[in-house]
């Protein structure tokens, strides 16, 4: 067999696995290939053309999309399979937390280090100046509202800033 199925008019292809994220690529001989794109912490938010084209940035969500540029540069969101991103260390919301560059929409990994203790309170800015919450830094963020300065404590983010003690723990 030729592997032309004549009825159809179809050629040889290659069968990918849907169980994650695919698209179809084609080496230089015309062969079909699947690309599985590897899973990141943290994806980039736009896709930046090249060349000529360099100074277009197009927004890009690439945790579900993926970044192509044309033959001449020019930058195109597909919505076939995840794209660009960084890979961070430990776990997501406690060891760092996603963010990306304004201008590129690069992905950033925010790391927070563990420390040796943490602070449990969560104080506000501008007219909350003097105002504390309870909020546990070790598994937790601090953040204040940009308007009014009241304190927030969060997840959203990762565990907040703690220091460093030298010698041994003890009772």
């Given amino acids: 067999s030729?592997?032309?199925?004549?009825?159809?008019?179809?050629?040889?292809?290659?069968?990918?696995?849907?169980?994650?994220?695919f698209y179809c690529d084609h080496q230089l001989n015309g062969t079909a290939f699947c690309v599985v794109p590897a899973n990141h912490s943290c994806y980039d938010s736009m896709c930046v053309g090249q060349g000529d084209f360099d100074d277009i940035i197009i927004d890009c969500d690439q945790s579900v999309n993926r970044c192509v540029r044309n033959e001449t540069g020019y930058p195109t969101c597909l919505n076939e399979a995840r794209g660009s991103g960084s890979d961070c260390y430990g776990e997501a919301h406690l060891d760092y937390y996603c963010s990306n560059n304004a201008t590129s929409?690069?992905?950033?990994?925010?790391?927070?280090?563990?420390?040796?203790?943490?602070?449990?309170?969560?104080?506000?800015?501008?007219?909350?100046?003097?105002t504390t919450i309870p909020c546990d830094l070790s598994v937790k963020s601090?953040?204040?509202?940009?308007?009014?300065?009241?304190?927030?404590?969060?997840?959203?983010?990762?565990?907040?800033?703690?220091?460093?003690?030298t010698g041994t723990a003890g009772p």
């Avoid at 563990?114 to 909350?128: I, K, R, V």
């Avoid at 953040?143 to 565990?159: I, Y």
Wanted: hydrophobic fraction near 25%; include cysteine.
């Fill in 142 to 165: 601090c953040t204040t509202n940009v308007t009014s300065g009241e304190p927030k404590c969060t997840d959203e983010f990762a565990r907040g800033a703690g220091v460093n003690c």
């Fill in 105 to 130: 929409g690069w992905a950033i990994c925010n790391q927070a280090y563990p420390s040796d203790c943490y602070s449990n309170l969560c104080a506000g800015t501008g007219d909350y100046a003097n």
């Fill in 2 to 21: 030729s592997g032309i199925n004549a009825e159809y008019g179809g050629g040889v292809g290659v069968n990918c696995s849907h169980s994650d994220l």
